[in-house]
T-cell receptor, first 112, second 114 residues
């Protein structure tokens, strides 16, 4: 059973479109992170959300942590080809716990 | 430059031939971890280390060994590799325990076991 479910698995859009990626769980997380992984490279952290209901913005990317700290979303406005990559959500179940649980990821392809 | 390095980047080997994948970080991080990434399964943790001489199993430790004799190095050892260990491996490090701390990933090692 996957602890963190990401949807959609794949997303292919045109430059300029908006999109939302979801990360859902039945478990409560003390914090949740979003990473982006480009081909041939390791994941790179985009954001960490800690408080239920928290919203963080990173240029055209908006991240939200659900009120109950069980889910999160990533919204990209006016997607660009440079946004192409694998987006991974990862959560820590309990404070001080040493395992970061990853979702399977959403592969985003933005065409010019 | 702050980074996590892994060697080799690519490796093709045969079943049963012992191998070691090295991982080194220059950020004085306490926490280090190994993951494997497989299509349809995502990133899964193999082993982690919270400090020197402290290691613990992750979600998929079978067939792997690790050691943490120095703070900067965390090698992954496959004593007798099998084809089901063919995968993309990532080493990662973090300042301390994972609470809100960013994990820095290495560039990956693509391993093929024939």
């Amino acid at each position: 059973t996957q602890l963190l479910e990401q949807s959609p698995q794949f997303l292919s859009i045109q430059e300029g479109e908006n999109l939302t990626v979801y990360c859902n769980s039945s478990s409560v997380f003390s914090s949740l992170q979003w990473y982006r992984q480009e081909p041939g490279e390791g994941p790179v952290l985009l954001v960490t959300v800690v408080t239920g209901g928290e919203v963080k913005k990173l240029k055209r990317l908006t991240f939200q942590f659900g009120d109950a700290r069980k889910d999160s979303s990533l919204h990209i406005t006016a997607a660009q080809p440079g946004d192409t990559g694998l987006y991974l959500c990862a959560g820590i179940l309990n404070s001080g716990y040493s395992t970061l649980t990853f979702g399977k990821g959403t592969m985003l392809l933005v065409s010019p | 430059e702050a980074q996590v390095t892994q060697n080799p980047r690519y490796l093709i080997t045969v079943t049963g031939k012992k191998l070691t994948v090295t991982c080194s970080q220059n950020m004085n991080h306490e926490y280090m971890s190994w993951y494997r990434q497989d299509p349809g399964l995502g990133l899964r943790q193999i082993y982690y280390s919270m400090n020197v001489e402290v290691t613990d199993k992750g979600d998929v430790p079978e067939g792997y060994k690790v050691s943490r004799k120095e703070k900067r190095n965390f090698p992954l050892i496959l004593e007798s590799p099998s084809p089901n260990q063919t995968s993309l491996y990532f080493c990662a490090s973090s300042l301390s325990t994972l609470d809100h701390n960013e994990q820095f990933f290495g560039p990956g090692t693509r391993l093929t076991v024939l």
